[in-house]
């Protein structure tokens, strides 16, 4: 895990982590639903508003500040991907919005014959693109592979059934927000691949989690928001520069016609570019205060894509830590699955806590979660989240009144004990 010194440098980055607006101490365990802003990143943001806001195009410095602004985002978000170059990086408001958009470029492909291959623990996101595409006859099915929900992992069996000589699109999340499981991305990259489907991957909830290589999974498409890692709202989408040349999203006629402007309905903001390179930035700075213990590793990349990926890959180990506190407790504090009357979905094997984020829907018996969740705010100051997080597997399951909390890089075992402490006053009364 990351050592004491380390972790207070992270929190001292985000001015809300210790202490809402309010001056309240609380834990804010709501990362799922979007994390806390990072300082430089809300800085930056700033300083590009007040200083480039001219829209680009111009020959004036303040509109090529902005367009140079806009380039170093798309690279900063290429280096985190590992993408081949900027201009494979395309933005939008939403990864909803960046979904239906490629999803109805797509369409402009398929006959009404063709069949799209998802799974039951999508976020609706990933679902009614593609079921719209269904209800305009573009394609015939989607069809979707089953959870197992012992352990919250897919079935990959039953996805490798699902996919026929008619599937033109493989589509998963990289992570479900519901269950926190991750999916074998390359694996079930290569079922696609089989297929000749595009492969679609919604990394919303990796993203903050983990490293991501495109060119290592060979996935065609790949989407995340930024507000689920530090920034403003809005998304990026990576995809393969032969699919993004050849593919004919909706357009205006006087927009470029080359990826990326292509495809971003609209001029760019450039603060929000600004913003997303700050997060890098500080990414970086992660990865350059834990590389020496990660000599001779992560060598297939160089200079910032390494730092990126040593960092994000020790933030992913650090929430292995972070995991296994809130599923085992302390000493003298029993974690979630000590606690009578709790019930925790997911996987929570602690040898296979690395194949999920710390992502942690739960149940307590004879309290409904709405109720759990508010005395974990009065009573501990704890900010979780109840209900309906979007996600196919709830509705399948029947699991929409569920309890979920979710860390991040700045959370601390500390945090982990507060909670666990006030859950488990909640359960005994
Ligand atoms: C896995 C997943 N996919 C997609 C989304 C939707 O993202 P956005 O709000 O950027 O459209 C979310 C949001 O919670 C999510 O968790």
């Known amino acids: 895990m990351f050592d004491k010194e380390l972790v207070e440098k992270i929190r001292a980055a985000f001015p809300r982590a210790e202490k809402d607006f309010n001056g309240r101490k609380r834990v804010f365990f709501d990362n799922g639903t979007g994390t806390l802003v990072l300082k430089q990143a809300a800085e930056a943001e700033h300083d590009a508003r007040i200083n480039c806001s001219a829209n680009i195009g111009g020959i004036f410095d303040e509109s090529k500040q902005a367009m140079k602004i806009i380039l170093e985002g798309r690279q900063s978000v290429a280096d985190l991907l590992n993408a081949p170059s900027p201009e494979t990086i395309i ?43 269904r209800e305009q006859g573009k394609i015939k099915e989607v069809r979707y592979a089953r959870v197992n929900m012992e352990d919250g992992t897919i079935d990959l069996s039953h996805l490798n059934e699902l996919i026929d000589e008619n599937t033109k699109v493989v ?6 927000n519901f269950l926190g499981t991750r999916s074998p991305l390359e694996e079930i990259g290569k079922m696609a691949k089989r297929a000749g489907a595009y492969y679609f991957i919604d990394a919303v909830h990796q993203i903050m989690h983990g490293t991501v290589d495109v060119q290592k999974i060979d996935c065609d498409f790949l989407v995340f928001s930024t507000y689920k890692i ?25 927009a470029p016609t ?21 997060v890098i930035d500080h990414l970086e700075w992660i ?53 009578p009357g709790v019930t925790v979905y997911g996987l929570t094997d602690l ?16 309290i409904s979660g709405e109720e759990v969740a508010k005395r974990l705010w009065e009573e501990g100051a704890i900010a979780a989240r109840s209900g309906h997080f979007y996600s196919l597997a709830q509705d399948l399951h029947d699991k929409q009144k569920v309890v979920r909390i979710s860390l991040v890089q700045y959370n601390t075992l500390e945090e982990v004990r507060t909670f666990l402490i006030t859950l488990r006053k909640i359960c005994i009364i």
């Open 91 to 133: 933005s939008g408001e939403s990864a909803t919005s960046l979904v239906f958009n490629i999803s109805y470029a797509l369409g402009k492909e398929f006959t009404g014959k063709e069949n799209v291959v998802a799974t039951d623990y999508e976020h609706y996101t990933n679902v009614s693109p593609w079921e719209e595409l």
């Open 171 to 176: 589509t998963i999340t990289a992570a479900s």
């Open 230 to 254: 530090f920034s403003s709202h809005g998304s990026f989408l990576y995809g393969k520069k032969e699919h993004l040349e050849s593919l004919k999203p909706f357009k205006v006629k006087t």
């Open 258 to 278: 080359s990826a990326p402007g292509k495809y971003e309905w609209g001029t760019r903001n450039q603060a929000f570019f600004a913003a997303f390179s700050a």
């Open 287 to 339: 990865g350059e205060e834990v590389q020496s213990n990660y000599e001779g590793k992560f060598t297939e990349y160089k200079g910032r894509k390494r730092l990126l990926k040593i960092a994000m890959d020790a933030v992913q180990q650090n929430e292995v830590g972070l995991s296994k506190a809130v599923l085992m407790g302390f000493e003298d504090v029993p974690g979630l699955l000590k606690i």
């Open 351 to 366: 040898e296979r806590l690395s194949e999920r984020a710390p992502t942690f829907s739960f149940e307590v018996e004879g």
